[in-house]
């Protein structure tokens, strides 16, 4: 299994700003994924990101207000852009794993963003 | 596109009793389903996944099931205890994604 950590575990931004989030693996992993939960909701995929490659979005995402980097294989940071207050989730990076190799995923502890 | 439902938003139960979750797929039977588990402030956490072609799987006192005429996994917690309660979530893999459902709330009473 992996150790995944994520900073800052919680934050309060005014709108119109950005947070950069960072997550870091204690393995060297091939993909990361990026998720956001919204309050009282199931989790939604952002992007993946690969190492030395651009991130895929999901529909709905966009690199100009999502963009992620994935300077090596252990580390990725996502940053939420020009926020408004529908961007306040819960923000959270996770790494495929597992015995059964069906692409289980372990999670960070997640990053609760709030904007005022 | 594949849709995962979860029936119920919350379940309370006696300690002691069996907790029964439901998660059902439209369209083509997943690989596999996974379940995970969340609590509060906290990421999800793998649990157990089934595969298309088992009936059902075991994890102590966890028990999941695949129907695939049904379109549906069922998630047992038995002999249920205060410490599960948490929110489930069930979750099926198109290629490398997952794609989870909305989640039921487990409440175990004392």
């Known amino acids: 299994s992996a150790v995944i950590s994520q900073k800052p575990s919680r934050d309060i931004c005014q709108r119109g700003t950005s947070l950069t989030i960072q997550c870091q693996v204690d393995?060297?992993?091939?993909?990361m994924f990026w998720y956001r939960q919204q309050p009282g909701q199931s989790l939604t995929l952002i992007a993946t990101?690969?190492?030395?490659?651009?991130?895929?979005?999901e529909s709905g995402f966009v690199i100009d207000k999502f963009p992620i980097s994935r300077p090596n294989l252990t580390f990725s940071t996502l940053t939420v852009s020009n926020m408004s207050p529908e961007d306040s989730s819960i923000y959270l990076c996770?790494?495929?794993?597992?015995?059964?190799?069906?692409?289980?995923?372990?999670f960070g502890p997640g990053t609760r963003l709030t904007v005022l | 596109s594949q849709k995962i439902e979860q029936n119920s938003e919350a379940l309370n139960i006696q300690e002691g009793k069996t907790a029964t979750l439901t998660c059902n797929y439209t369209?083509?039977?997943?690989?596999?389903l996974q379940w995970y588990r969340q609590d509060p402030g906290r990421g999800p956490v793998f649990l157990l996944l089934?595969?298309?072609?088992?009936k059902e799987k075991r994890k102590e006192r966890l028990k999941v099931t695949f129907d695939t005429t049904l379109k549906q996994s069922l998630f047992h917690i038995t002999a249920s205890q205060p410490a599960d309660s948490a929110t489930y979530l069930c979750?099926?893999?198109?290629?490398?994604?997952?794609?989870f459902g909305a989640g039921t709330t487990v409440t175990v009473r004392a």
């Open positions: 996770s790494v495929e794993g597992g015995l059964e190799g069906a692409n289980e995923q372990f």
């Open positions: 393995s060297q992993v091939t993909m």
């Open positions: 990101a690969n190492q030395g490659s651009e991130a895929t979005y």
């Open positions: 369209n083509y039977s997943p690989a596999y």
């Open positions: 089934i595969r298309e072609n088992e």
């Open positions: 979750a099926h893999s198109n290629d490398y994604k997952l794609s």
